[in-house]
């Protein structure tokens, strides 16, 4: 069964830091590209960070730019999402995607999804 799973979320004040985490299983995802998603209550969801298969090329929502970095250790089927400097906005369920094709911002492109993890910003 293929699957993402998630790891890391949790409740920190403004200003910290958490690190996400998305292991993979059931199949190799190191020719996908990975991406990073958030959902606020009553919001749609929305595009947080991608990265190609490589890892060489990445690429940010204005709103996280350099605060957020994702990284991927394909030896591991492991994506990352370091967040610092968190704001309250930053509040939301976070998961993680995979697609098959090149770099996508629109989450319906995106075939394979974790099934989530929080992350709560307290002011």
């Known amino acids: 069964q293929v699957q993402l799973v998630e790891s890391g979320g949790g409740l920190v004040q403004a200003g910290g830091s958490l690190r996400l985490s998305c292991a993979a299983s059931g199949r190799t995802f190191n020719s996908y590209t990975r991406g990073w998603f958030r959902q606020a209550p009553g919001k749609e969801r929305e595009f947080v960070a991608i990265?190609?298969?490589?890892?060489?090329?990445?690429y940010y929502a204005d709103s996280v730019k350099g605060r957020f970095t994702i990284s991927r250790d394909n030896a591991k089927s492991t994506v990352y999402l370091q967040m610092n400097s968190l704001k309250p906005e930053d509040t939301a369920i976070y998961y993680c995607?995979?697609?098959?094709?090149?770099?996508?911002?629109?989450?319906?492109?995106?075939?394979?999804w974790g099934q989530g993890t929080q992350v709560t910003v307290s002011s």
């Open positions: 995607a995979a697609r098959s094709g090149g770099w996508a911002t629109a989450s319906y492109s995106y075939e394979y």
């Open positions: 990265i190609t298969w490589s890892g060489s090329n990445t």
